[in-house]
């Protein structure tokens, strides 16, 4: 590969990773790739556009350095979920002198201390967004009493790489919520209680924002295709990419105000009222690196992780969005919780997949083969 931008991606074996590989291969970028798993074998490392790849069980900060760091320039990396981005703002002080990270304040610990659902409220509700009642708690003493929550409440992990979607409970009533809290107990420390408000319109809107404080914004995509997993709280297996989003200025607002720079995605629930300007939009969370459905930008000619990179390198960023609607699917997911008698429906009007792509076949053969 003759094009000299470079960049490592460190992701666990997931379609995420694989499709920043992705993102980054289809503009010619090189890609060295580092898998954190604990399988000796990666789908993802199947990509044809990965120049470089190798599987750790974990992070290592003297590993990164020694074997890529480059003497000449500074090398950008991305990672491609919430403990990895973790362990790149834990170590940014060191990182940084060999490798381009994503930051906040270019601090190390802001990234982190960011990742806090609580601190995301606070920031959302100054940006614009709507916001559910909440309330962040200890979980030292559950028996103490909780008031003032309304109900149906959701439970979540108050710090992203604190816990999981697992942890994730819905309480109908205040002896749902002491039970679900006092099980949670075992094994997180704080929790944000919300209001819960139904997800059937789950809207995500990408973007990035470039070390020289340019913002990249387009359209948001709507999440649909739900099913009755996780605790009922539902698993989004389809998208559809709109090429217009009205929180355009409230997510530019959010990046701006914490002085992120990287790429990352915020999600809303939306209310929709009979009067347009009524519509609630409700802050969810943001997450402060490469989403699973970035890749799904790529068919409107919008590569996020690109933008990235070719910032890092001082190049200017012309990006000419299409303006038409784009479907995507998980099909894995699709097809392991939401099938349905509309099969047939979905797939012929799937514009791209998340692991399947004509154009670099091998990882999809063998998650289907070995992984499922």
Known sequence: MKNN?????????????????????????????????????????????IYRGEVFTSPDVADIINKYANSEMRIPILATCDSLAAFLDQHYDTLSKHFILPSVRNTQGMLVHEMDKNIQLEHAEKAGFDIPESVAISLDNVDAMISGIIYPCIIKPEESIGGSKSDFRICENEQELVNCLKVLANHLDRVLIQQFIPNDNVILIAGVRTPSNQNFIFGEIDKYK???????????????????????????????????????????????ASNSALDKNFFIE??????????????????????????????????????????GMNEFMYFRHCLSAAVFTDLFKTDIFSTFSIKDIKPFIYRFLYHG
């Open 226 to 272: 739900h099913s009755a997993q996780l605790h009922n709280l539902g698993l989004s297996c389809m998208g559809v990419l709109n090429p217009v989003s009205e929180l355009r200025d409230a997510c530019i607002c959010y990046v701006d105000s914490i002085d992120y720079h990287g790429c990352y995605s915020i999600e809303v629930v939306r209310i929709t």
């Open 5 to 49: 931008k470079v960049c490592i991606v460190l992701g666990n074996d997931h379609y995420n990773t694989l499709n920043v590989v992705r993102s980054l291969g289809e503009a010619k970028i090189q890609v060295l790739a580092i898998i954190i798993s604990d399988k000796p074998t990666s789908f993802v490392l199947k990509s044809k556009y």
């Open 286 to 327: 943001i997450n402060l690196r490469t989403d699973g459905l970035f890749y799904f930008y790529q068919k409107a000619n919008i590569n996020f992780p690109a933008i990235w990179v070719n910032s890092c390198y001082n190049e200017k960023v012309n990006v000419t969005p299409s303006q038409n609607k784009i479907y």
